[in-house]
């Protein structure tokens, strides 16, 4: 499979717990966005990276939450002492600089008791 | 700000009908870039279309249409002879030029469901 690929798929946590959601993007890309999708909404932009730095945050990124690309390849998403307030799809989205497509993976849906 | 809105929260159609998607957006860059996105079941959200804001020209593939007309603010998705298949939430999305489709502001989206 030559798509974006995201681990967990689900995941169910009690409140406080830490989380983290790993993206592999499409081989080559150098661009990789992470957004957020609430029931009934549109996505959000959240951050994204260019290789291994992250040139954007959005203010919806509040401190309990990190993302990292260490290598310039794959990418996680943490969020420490999770809140009800958490519970969305955290999708993640790749490209290669020079293209005007998103490819998208099929997200890692959070629910937070 | 940018913004995007899309009013029709969902709409149900019979396969063979042709249905339009309304997208009006707000911004006030002069150069920006419209996106339509289908979001079926499965999550994953698929690229159906960009448009530069320069560009006002209708697009047609296949079954879809698009018709962009900036006086109106409006970028409105057209599926002629709807199918089973067409069945998926739509997103229409804008992003600042500056930052070519980095970030995507999106609509709330359209639930569209083809009745067989």
């Known amino acids: 499979d030559t798509g974006v690929s995201q681990d967990p798929r689900h995941k169910i946590t009690k409140r406080g717990q830490n989380v983290t959601f790993r993206c592999d993007p499409i081989?080559?890309?150098?661009?990789l966005y992470w957004y957020r999708q609430t029931l009934g909404q549109g996505p959000e932009f959240l951050t994204y990276?260019?290789?291994?730095?992250?040139?954007?945050k959005s203010r919806l990124l509040s401190d309990r939450f990190s993302a990292e690309r260490p290598k310039g390849s794959f990418s996680t998403l943490e969020i420490q002492r999770t809140e009800q307030g958490d519970s969305a799809m955290y999708l993640c989205?790749?490209?290669?600089?020079?293209?005007?497509?998103?490819?998208f993976g099929e997200g890692s849906r959070l629910t937070v008791l | 700000a940018q913004k995007v809105t899309q009013a029709q929260t969902e709409i149900s159609v019979v396969e063979k009908e042709d249905v339009t998607l309304d997208c009006v957006y707000e911004?006030?860059?002069?150069?920006?870039?419209l996106f339509w996105y289908k979001q079926p079941p499965s999550g994953e959200l698929v690229f159906l279309i960009r448009?530069?804001?320069?560009?006002?020209q209708n697009e047609i593939s296949g079954r879809y249409s698009w018709n962009f007309q900036k006086s109106t603010s409006s970028f409105n998705f057209t599926i002629t002879a709807s199918q089973v298949v067409d069945s998926a939430v739509y997103f229409c999305?804008?992003?600042?030029?500056?930052?070519?489709?980095?970030?995507?502001?999106f609509g709330t989206g359209t639930r569209l469901t083809i009745i067989p």
């Open positions: 081989s080559e890309h150098n661009r």
């Open positions: 999305a804008l992003s600042d030029a500056n930052f070519g489709n980095e970030k995507l502001t």
């Open positions: 448009r530069n804001s320069f560009d006002e």
């Open positions: 911004t006030r860059d002069t150069t920006y870039y």
């Open positions: 990276f260019q290789n291994e730095a992250q040139l954007e």
């Open positions: 989205a790749s490209k290669f600089i020079t293209t005007g497509e998103l490819f």
